[in-house]
């Protein structure tokens, strides 16, 4: 499948890469493609600069969020929240109709200091933002509970746990729940339609306290029944 | 120990019958003992009257929320959110004051229609609440995650899951976590101060969604790791 991840940070190059080692043709989209190619900064996090990374993912093309998103069949919003309604506007809303844009995002806020609190929950969220922005799209909300490494690479924990979509179009979820299947989840949770976005975005804070006081990233969700 | 439970819904008759059957001296504490006792509806869910459970419990006591927890040593919220602080005032700080308080329920707020959202998050939590309320003490929240059988009957699902404590008293979250143990809880994990109810609180959105993807209450959360 022809997929745009947008989004050249750590949860951008996770799903890109993997997606790539699966066999789909990915494009990633980024603002500005020659100034991500003349990065030479770490995060800070230990990651390297995108062109370190992009040296090792020859098959994976680095293209306008534009033009990443004309040339594919389905989108993977793999930014910021905070910036995810104004990138998929430069992506385009005529390059999205029609689409599965899947929604990996967290509509965290980090402007009142650490931990981030929400800037939508409970009676919105993200995800629905983004439905209601581009109605022709079809959106599923998913991955946004577990860490990037893990998204992509669930068999880096000692057993099957659990993710979730979020959507109101059936056949949009079954492509998602199948992208999930490659990556090696087991347990994908349909819980209906896009408001159910809420219930998982409202997950952030109780996984930032575990990552607290488990002192790991690596973990997830089971829901055991 | 000498416990109290506030409460006389399926929560708290869940938490007063397993701490008797575990050898406790127990207390419900309800507003008007009277009253309650002169119940004879059932509340719509196929649970029996107050006076028809009792008749099964003959050691558990019933009185007033202010008797009940002037004579114990520890006391459980399990109340409707909307009505713990009420309650807790009702109990009288004099009561409470030095005690723990194991704080099991939730910020729902109904009067929207369905689903419920929260009345408070995010930036507090109900948890919070009662702590600044009756500052001398402490609170630990718990519980609040799953479905009141499974809270004493972990063993109700086919393998080990997790529950979390919140709370600024460390002595206390070991008492709490004690209790825990005693109930079946194979894997309580702390995540640090009051504030981090806020998590487990907002953890409420996606088990009402996952309820109704699942069709039934009896699952939980594992933290795999």
Same mark, same amino acid.
């Given at each position: 499948m022809n997929i745009?991840? +947008?989004g050249t940070g750590m949860v951008g @190059?996770? !799903?890109?890469g993997r997606l790539g080692q699966l066999g789909h043709t990915v494009t990633i989209g980024t603002r500005d493609p020659d100034a991500t190619l003349a990065r030479t900064d770490s995060d800070g996090m230990g990651n390297p600069s995108y062109p370190a990374w992009a040296a090792e993912h020859? /098959? !994976? @093309? +680095? /293209? =306008?969020f534009s033009d990443a998103a004309a040339d594919s069949e389905l989108i993977v919003n793999a930014t910021n929240g905070s910036a995810s309604l104004d990138v998929l506007t430069l992506a385009g809303a005529e390059h999205l109709a029609g689409k599965v844009v899947v929604d990996i995002a967290?509509?965290? %806020?980090?402007s009142h200091g650490m931990p981030p609190t929400l800037f939508v929950k %409970? =009676? %919105?969220s993200l995800g629905e933002q983004i439905q209601r922005t581009f109605p022709l799209s079809r959106v599923v909300k998913t991955l946004n509970t577990l860490n990037a490494n893990l998204m992509v690479h669930p068999d880096g924990l000692p057993e099957a746990t659990s993710v979730f979509v979020s959507g109101n179009d059936e056949d949009a979820k079954a492509t998602v729940t199948a992208i999930l299947a490659e990556f090696g989840h087991t347990d994908v949770i349909d819980l209906g339609d896009i =408001?159910? /976005?809420r219930g998982t975005e409202m997950l952030l804070p109780v996984w930032l306290r575990l990552m607290g006081a488990l002192g790991t990233p690596t973990f997830n969700f089971k829901i055991v029944r």
């Open positions: 745009a991840v +947008l @190059r996770a !799903i890109a020859p /098959a !994976i @093309r +680095l /293209a =306008t967290n509509p965290l %806020d980090f %409970d =009676t %919105d =408001t159910s /976005a």
